[in-house]
């Protein structure tokens, strides 16, 4: 006999990468957003839309823990980064989220190789060189493993600042504004490249942007409305 099959419950946490529920947020004095519900199924990929100061990072900033201070739930891979200590809150982003920020954020003072394996290192992986050797071949930048970034191009930074991202294949990715310094073929490798790595272990993959030459890729799209 075969075990009877769990229904699946679309509002299960455990079943969704990202759920909001009525999550609004004040920054200086006024209303940033106010989302009623949204979800991104765990393995899918979404788009964060909205103009410039909508509180698309912000937003990018509270679902990864990097801030609090929301009302309303938000849910990420099961927990609410917002209930977390700041060092299981910590933990839990080097662990589970890979972060790609606007500007990069990487340590001038570490080689290519040395990013990506600190990246590894504050995830708890272990000895990660053989994991950031095959991903600097893989995105193309092995030659430059032992340079330092102010020696990169901004493309080369942005893959360095992707590879970094995906050294502990965390389940989810988010990449604020990736291409918003692209052309158009550019920004189709740079989208494709992240979309293939999130499908290479089945994370998912939140991308926050103005670009509406993004919304073919994606077919889970949450708009931010942006100053009254
Ligand atoms: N801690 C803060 N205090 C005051 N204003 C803030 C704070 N954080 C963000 N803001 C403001 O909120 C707005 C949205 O910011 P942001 O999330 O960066 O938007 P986006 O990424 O969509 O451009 C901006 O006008 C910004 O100045
Ligand atoms: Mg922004």
Redesign the pocket.
Known sequence: MTAPITPIQPDHPQQAAIRLRQVSCE??GRE?FNIDYWRLPAGEHGLLE??????????LHLIAGLETGVNGEINVLGHDPGQLGSRQRDRFRASHIGLIFQDFHLLEGLTVEANLRLGGWLGRRGDNRQAARELLVRLGLSSLAHQYPHTLSQGEKQRVAIARALINQPPLILA??PTSALDDANTDNVIGLLLEEADSHGASLLV?S?DSRLRKHFSHRIE?AG?Q
């Open positions: 920054r200086g940033l909205g103009p410039s100061g909508c509180g698309k990072t912000t937003l604020d504004e926050a103005h931010l100053p």
